[in-house]
C-alpha cells in the first residue's frame, strides 16, 4: 500500500512506489477505451431527441435568442418554449452543417471519447495504476454503453468527475491558487449549465462530498473553519455557475416541468421501480462501485478526495431510486475510485486473487475486442437512426409537403430534422416540456385508436399517419379510404384522399 500524506489537508496518495507509471498515462487509457465506445454509438443513433436539437440549433443561431416559439409541431404551434440544452443544439447544428451526418458522428465519437478522459483524470488524481485503470474503465462501460449517445447527458458524464475533483482540490488550495480554483469552477459550472440542464446535479453532488469531508474531519480542530469557509465557497461557485444562463433561476423551474412530463413516460426519468431492465442494471453497477469507493476510502482515511468521492457518488446514487438517469452518473462518477481501490490490492497475493485479476483482465479484453469490431461493422451507418427503431428515409421522404403528421413519439425528431424546411409538422417529440404529458398522452391515445380519432384529425386537418403497421388507427385509417404512401419494415405512411 503506498504512503500516505501526512496532513489533514494534504495531496491525495498518489505518487507511491506502485504508481510510478506516468502521470497522465489513465487519461489515455481512458481516452481510448471510451474512443472505442463513441465509434459504436456513432454508428447507433437510437434517440430522437439527437434530431431535433439539430434544427433547434439553426433556430437558436438565426434568431439569436434562447426564447423560441414552436414551429415544428401542430400540436403546440406558436407556444413559447426554450431549450434544456441550447449550447449543444448549437454545437450539433453547426456539426451537420459541415459534415452532414457524419458531422454529427464524430461529435458523438469525441462527446463519448471526452468522458473516457475525463475519468481518467479523476482516476490520475485519485492514485490509480493505469493498467488497473483500463479494466476497470472496460468492466464498468457496459452499464454506461446504453446512455452514451448524441444528447448532451454525455457530456454532463465528462463534466460532472472534473468538476468534483476540482471542488475537492479548492479544499486544499490556498492564496491566489484557491482564487483560481473558485473561479475555475464557477466557469465550468456554468459552460456545464448552459451545454445542459443536469448540471443542477452538480449542487447536491459537491455539496454531499465536501459535507462529508467536513464532518469526518470534525475532530481536527486546527483546520475545521477553515474547511467550512473553503467548502461554503466551493459550493457558492458551483450555485452560480447554475444560476449562469440566460434562464437564471428560471433554469430549475424548467428542469422540474421536465420531470414532471417525463416521469410517467419515459423510461430514464422514471422511478427505480418502473425504468427498465437496463437502467436497473446500472443503478445494481453504481451500487456496488459505491461500495468499492466507500472501500477506497476506508483503506485510505486521510486521503481528502475519497470522502467527497464517497459523499457525491452517494447523493447521486439516491437520486437513482427517484430518477433513472442519476444512476449512470453515479457510475462514472465512482469510475475513478473504484480503480482507485483496485489499485491499492496486490492481485498476485494467492492463486484466488490472481485467478480473478486473470478472468477480469481477459473479460475486459474481450470486450475491447468485441467493441472493435461492432465500430467497424457499424461504418457504413455513421450517424443514421438505428435500422431496427426508425422509419426509412424514403418512407420521411415521401411525406407530402406541408402535411400534419401524426407519428410515432422516437420519430419525431427525424421528421423535424428532415422535413420542418417543408413544412411538415409533427404530432409530438422529445421536447416534453414543450407538450406536457397531458398532450402527449392524447396523441398516444390517438394513435392507438380510440373513439372518434379519425373524426379528431380531420377537425385538425391532419393528414398523414407514420406509425407502426400494427396499430390500431392503421387499420382505422385503411378502413376509411386513407392511402398507403409508402411502407417499410418498421413504419407505415397514410395520407388521407
Known amino acids: 500500500m503506498p504512503a500516505e500524506s501526512g496532513s489533514p489537508e494534504g495531496g491525495s496518495a498518489a505518487g507511491g512506489s506502485a504508481r510510478a507509471d506516468w502521470r497522465v498515462a489513465p487519461a489515455w487509457a481512458g481516452l481510448a477505451i471510451y474512443a472505442l465506445v463513441g465509434a459504436v454509438r456513432a454508428g447507433w443513433f437510437s434517440e430522437g431527441d439527437t434530431f431535433w436539437q439539430v434544427r433547434t440549433g439553426f433556430a437558436l443561431r438565426a434568431e439569436r435568442t434562447v426564447f423560441l416559439t414552436d414551429t415544428f409541431s401542430w400540436t403546440v404551434a406558436g407556444r413559447g418554449w426554450h431549450p434544456n440544452s441550447w449550447l449543444f443544439d448549437v454545437l450539433l447544428s453547426w456539426a451537420y452543417g459541415r459534415g452532414h451526418l457524419v458531422g454529427l458522428a464524430l461529435v458523438v465519437a469525441c462527446c463519448v471519447a471526452v468522458v473516457g478522459v475525463a475519468a481518467g483524470v479523476a482516476g490520475r488524481a485519485l492514485g490509480t495504476r493505469t493498467d488497473t485503470f483500463a479494466v476497470c474503465a472496460t468492466a464498468l462501460v457496459l452499464p454506461m454503453t446504453v446512455w452514451l449517445s448524441a444528447r448532451p447527458q454525455t457530456l454532463t458524464y465528462a463534466l460532472l468527475p472534473i468538476v468534483v475533483l476540482l471542488a475537492a482540490r479548492v479544499m486544499t488550495w490556498r492564496g491566489r491558487t484557491l482564487g483560481f480554483g473558485l473561479a475555475g469552477l464557477y466557469l465550468l459550472v456554468a459552460l456545464w449549465m448552459n451545454l445542459h440542464l443536469a448540471a443542477l446535479a452538480a449542487i447536491p453532488a459537491v455539496a454531499a462530498g465536501l459535507g462529508l469531508l467536513v464532518l469526518s474531519r470534525r475532530r481536527d480542530g486546527r483546520h475545521r473553519l477553515l474547511r467550512v469557509v473553503r467548502a461554503a465557497a466551493a459550493l457558492a461557485a458551483v450555485v452560480l455557475g447554475c444560476l449562469s444562463s440566460p434562464f437564471g433561476v428560471g433554469a430549475v423551474e424548467s428542469a422540474l416541468a421536465t420531470r414532471d412530463a417525463s416521469d410517467e413516460l419515459i423510461p430514464e426519468w422514471a422511478p427505480l421501480w418502473g425504468a427498465g ?221
Open 277 to 497: 431492465s437496463l437502467p436497473l442494471f446500472t443503478w445494481i453497477a453504481a451500487v456496488l462501485a459505491f461500495v468499492l469507493t466507500a472501500a477506497a476510502w476506508r483503506r485510505r482515511p486521510r486521503d481528502p478526495l475519497l470522502p467527497v468521492w464517497t459523499g457525491a457518488v452517494g447523493v447521486l446514487l439516491l437520486g437513482g431510486v427517484e430518477a433513472a438517469r442519476f444512476s449512470p452518473m453515479a457510475l462514472i462518477l465512482a469510475l475513478p475510485a473504484v480503480a482507485s481501490w483496485a489499485s491499492d490490492v496486490d492481485w498476485r497475493a494467492g492463486p484466488a486473487r490472481r485467478r480473478v485479476a486473470f478472468l477480469t483482465g481477459g473479460t475486459a479484453a474481450g470486450f475491447l475486442v468485441t467493441l472493435a469490431v461492432v465500430a467497424v461493422v457499424r461504418i457504413p451507418y455513421l450517424g443514421r437512426p438505428t435500422p431496427a427503431s426508425y422509419p426509412a428515409e424514403a418512407t420521411v421522404r415521401a411525406i407530402p409537403d406541408g402535411c400534419r403528421v401524426l407519428n410515432e413519439y422516437d420519430d419525431g425528431g427525424y421528421l423535424i430534422m428532415l422535413r420542418s424546411d417543408d413544412g411538415v409538422r409533427v404530432a409530438m417529440d422529445g421536447r416534453n416540456d414543450v407538450y406536457g404529458a397531458g398532450q402527449i398522452r392524447f396523441v398516444q391515445d390517438l394513435i392507438e385508436g380510440r373513439a372518434g380519432a379519425l373524426d379528431e384529425l380531420a377537425r385538425r386537418d391532419v393528414r398523414c399517419l407514420l406509425l407502426m403497421p400494427r396499430r390500431a388507427l392503421v387499420e382505422q385509417a385503411k378502413a376509411a379510404g386513407w392511402r398507403v404512401a409508402a411502407t417499410d419494415r418498421n413504419r407505415v405512411l397514410l395520407v388521407r384522399p
